[in-house]
Each structure stands twice: as C-alpha cells, then as structure tokens.
C-alpha cells in the first residue's frame, strides 16, 4: 500500500511496502491464518484458489484473530448472471478479529465458510443497494444463522427497502422456524433478532453507523439515473469504512460519480466495479436498437449509461487521491458477463488514468 502502513499493531502480520497482483494472489487464501471459525464447524470446508474454481481445503488449526483491518473479498462477479468459478459481490471487512459484511450476492455463504470468516460472527451487514446480486445469499445467511445456534442479533443498514428485505427474509424462513421450533425446542424469535434500517444518504456524506471499531459514511452514487430516481424510492450508494488502521471505501455499482470520488478522499483502499469498455459500447449500441423498436428502458441502457469503465475508475481514483484500487463486480467478455477476458486488460485501462496500484480482485482474495 505505497509505504502507507508499515506493520500491524500487537506484533501482527508486517505489511510488504508496496501491495502488487502477483504478492496478493500469494497470499489469497491468507485469511485461513485469522480462524474465525466456530469450533463447531467441520474440519473440512470448501476454499476456492485464487484462479481456479472449488477445491478442497482443510482448516487449520484454531489461532486467534489477527489484528488490524482486512479486507476479504467474498465474491468478484457482476450479476444478475451465475457461473460456477466466482461469486457475486460480498465482501467481508475484518477489524481486530470481527467481522463486517457489505453486500451478500449469491455464493457469499459458502464463500464465508471458504473464507474461514464464518457466517455466525457475522452482526452487521452493510447494502450498496438491492439488487439480487448483491442481496441474494440474505435469506440463506439468516437462516443459517438461526439453525446454527446463533443467538445474537444481526443488523442490516443500506438505502430504502431494507427493512422490508430484512423482514421478507424473516418471512422465507418461516416454515424452517416454525418445524425446527417444534422439534428441537429452539426459544429464539427470527422477527426480534434480525433487523434491517433504512438509510438515507444524499449528496453529502452521512454518517450511517459507528460502534468501537469503525465508522461507516455513505453518499448517493451514479447506479440509479435520475429519470428512475424521480419514479421510486430506492437509492444505491457507496460506503466508506473506517477504522484505527484503514480506509477502505466501497463505490458500489455505479457510472463515474463525483459524489462518490468525494467520498473515497485519501482512502487506503478503493473497491470499484468495473466493466469492459468495449463491452459497454456494445450494450450502448443494442439499447439504441432496442429504442428504435419502443423499447427506450432495458438492461442494455441500464448496463451501459450505470456502470464504470477502465476510465471512469482512474478518473474517481485519481480525483480522491486512493493509494491502492481494487477492481470488484467485473463485467466482460460475452454478454453473459464470464470474465472471458484478459485481466490485465483492465489494469492497462485504469493506469492510463490513474498511477496508483491496481489489483483485479479474486474470489477470497485478503488485502
């Protein structure tokens, strides 16, 4: 991270003075180190290598927490599409051994587990917005949480809608609570230890939560234009985590926004979708088709006028002054968004704009 931060605090794992692709990839199952998991687990999860879909891992033994701030990337694949090699967009933010969730796509459970994070320490979840793939893996997280013996509460913060996905998830479960209740005698009511809260954040950044470890800012980004904006109430926003050691600033889905380039001011790390620019041209071309036949909303204008390219990165990079990015949500290749595609690609696209680090994120990557 340019020198940023030297070593961690307590005697921790020393930080390299310069983060690159090839010493993260390296270390991307690193995170096996920090054993968050419960005892009660089984000795044998799935873990994902940094390049090549599922394989078998063994979880060592039991060590406690690391600590500082790290960040976990649960899942790197734009949706609403599912392959079998990547998850979509979850990511886990570690601060002192606990762990903060923002978004959970589908696979971020299993990826929890692959990660040793865990799904029972996960309290607090954060939404950039309610798009499935980054809320699909909500029910499964909750109920198991809840079958699993886990009692404390779990909190939910992201823009309008929330509190009803919270509660809609709560009603999913039902029937798993109601046969479970019965027949294992289980006293915890799902409706009083799940909660979700609606947060507003507009063109200046706001504070959204804040406990011992961290404080959390959001600020309205570019995913949803404005003529939707003025039909619904729904918003998409970006985040901006901060803790004793780090700033990591999550951007969310999102076209270039200044609003989100002032949000990640300074920030250590900023985690950024990205997508092909070539691709995007092609979807701007097919929405264009697709006007001229009356069609003038579809997901060719919505792929194309809302989310970032190479460009639109460096550019938000380069005016927050970030010292490393990390390309998350990754679109290209065919329209079926498989990362058919020359990663360095991407990384030529963002240095010619911005002259900072850049890492194209991997499922269970650790920074």
Not at 216 to 225: L, M, R
């Amino acid at each position: 991270m340019s020198g940023s931060k030297k070593s961690r605090s307590g005697g921790g794992l020393a930080r390299p003075p310069s983060v690159t692709r090839r010493n993260v990839l390296s270390r991307g199952l690193a995170l096996t180190a920090m054993t968050l998991l419960p005892a009660t687990f089984s000795s044998t999860v799935r873990a994902q290598d940094a390049g090549s879909g599922l394989a078998t891992a063994t979880v060592p033994p039991k060590r406690e927490p690391r600590p500082g701030t790290w960040l976990v990337l649960l899942g790197t694949r734009a949706g609403p599409g599912i392959d079998l090699t990547r998850g979509q967009t979850g990511s886990a933010v570690i601060v002192d051994g606990r762990p903060y969730l923002v978004d959970c796509g589908y696979g971020t459970v299993r990826q929890l587990v692959a990660s040793n994070v865990g799904y029972l320490p996960i309290n607090t979840v954060f939404f950039t917005h309610l798009h499935d793939d980054h809320t699909g893996d909500l029910p499964a997280l909750l109920s198991y949480q809840w079958s699993n013996g886990k009692t404390t509460p779990t909190d939910a913060y992201g823009p309008y809608g929330t509190g009803n996905l919270i509660a809609a998830s709560v009603s999913v479960i039902h029937s798993n609570v109601d046969i479970r209740t019965v027949d294992e005698g289980r006293t915890v009511d799902p409706e009083k230890q799940f909660h979700g809260h609606d947060v507003t954040a507009g063109d200046t950044p706001v504070q959204v939560f804040a406990d011992d470890r961290i404080k959390v800012t959001a600020i309205e980004n570019a995913h949803f234009p404005k003529r939707s904006t003025a039909k619904m109430m729904y918003r998409s926003i970006a985040l901006r985590l901060e803790t004793q050691d780090r700033t990591i600033v999550f951007a969310g889905d999102t076209a270039y926004s200044a609003n989100v380039a002032r949000l990640a001011k300074g920030a250590d790390v900023f985690v950024c979708e990205v997508a092909d620019a070539t691709m995007l041209a092609q979807f701007e071309k097919r929405a264009k088709d697709e006007a001229a036949k009356g069609n003038t909303e579809s997901i060719f204008r919505h792929v194309a006028e809302t989310h970032s390219s190479p460009s639109d990165v460096a550019r938000m990079a380069t005016e927050a002054g970030v010292k490393l990015v990390v390309l998350n949500h990754q679109l290209a290749g065919p329209a079926d968004g498989n990362l058919a595609y020359p990663v360095t690609e991407f990384i030529k696209g963002v240095r010619q704009g911005f002259s900072g680090e850049v890492i194209v994120g991997q499922d269970l990557m650790v920074l």
